[in-house]
């Protein structure tokens, strides 16, 4: 089975629209033309607009953030689907550790959520991961199966495999300290098993991206581990050599 390398860079919190705007062109030129890694980045909300822009005609895709499962209604500081798509968002980040720990996302919500995105013609990635403490208790994958058969139940079986799910122990993320290589495809590997566990090609079809640390220094032997076909980039993404040099990883 083979699947097509996936490198997205999550800008989180960063960059105002003139500082975003200055990214992507500083990573055009780097990473502009590459078809063989899916190369994704995803600004603030108020950036996308202008990223999308900038981007257009190259191969670098733009993702959201977040994302409301409702179209429209009274969700005061919310954006909903069609919002992304009006602009030509290709995608949305869902359920990341830290809308879950600072902004109470529920697997409830991403229930419905993720098969919403899908719906509306946005890629999602499903982020799940382990606290330190849930790693320490040896609760790892009671906590991944509930976050991943939470996050998928309400997909058709037929358009699992277009969900990338994101492994981010959040122990591991802005610490600088990686998993390593060993136990980021173990926990990967068991990632997905528990897509396979809805429908065998659909598990095998699916990406499953590293996230945690990921930098040019550890990323060559991280992606090359059989089931990691990418990585979820957070610091490192926001320094145009630093991605291109992961992206340039990911291609083998
Ligand atoms: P860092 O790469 O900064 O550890 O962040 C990872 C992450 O959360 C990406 O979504």
Redesign the pocket.
């Known amino acids: 089975m083979s699947r097509k390398p996936f490198i997205a860079g999550?800008w989180k919190l960063n960059n105002t629209i003139a500082e975003a705007e200055e990214l992507i062109q500083a990573l055009l030129p780097r990473v502009g033309a590459v078809e063989d890694v899916d190369v994704v980045v995803a600004p603030s909300y108020l950036s996308l607009a202008a990223v999308v822009d900038s981007a257009r005609g190259s191969a670098v895709q733009v993702y959201a953030q977040n994302m409301h499962e409702k179209d429209s209604g009274a969700f005061t500081g919310e954006v909903s689907a069609p919002m992304l798509t009006e602009i030509d968002v290709h995608g949305v980040?869902l359920g990341?550790?830290?809308r879950r720990q600072f902004f109470g996302e529920t697997d409830r919500a991403l229930q419905l959520k993720v098969p919403r995105a899908l719906e509306a013609g946005l890629i999602p990635i499903l982020?799940v991961g382990e606290t330190e403490e849930e790693r320490e208790q040896g609760d790892t994958e009671r906590r991944l199966r509930h976050q991943v058969q939470e996050g998928l139940e309400k997909v058709p079986v037929e358009r699992l495999h277009e969900v990338v799910v994101?492994y981010?122990p959040v122990w591991?993320?802005?610490?600088g300290l990686s998993a390593t290589a060993e136990q980021a495809q173990e926990t990967c590997g068991f990632v997905r098993a528990l897509v396979q566990g809805f429908d065998k090609e659909a598990g095998n079809a699916v990406r499953v991206l590293y996230?945690?640390?990921?930098k040019p220094e550890n990323a060559a032997e991280i992606l090359s581990q059989p089931d990691i076909d990418g990585a979820?980039?957070?610091?490192?993404s926001l320094d145009a050599e630093s991605f291109a040099a992961i992206v340039e990883a990911a291609r083998g």
Request: aromatic share 0%.
């Open positions: 999550n980040i990341h550790s830290e982020c994101a981010e591991a993320i802005g610490t996230g945690g640390s990921l979820l980039v957070g610091g490192a």
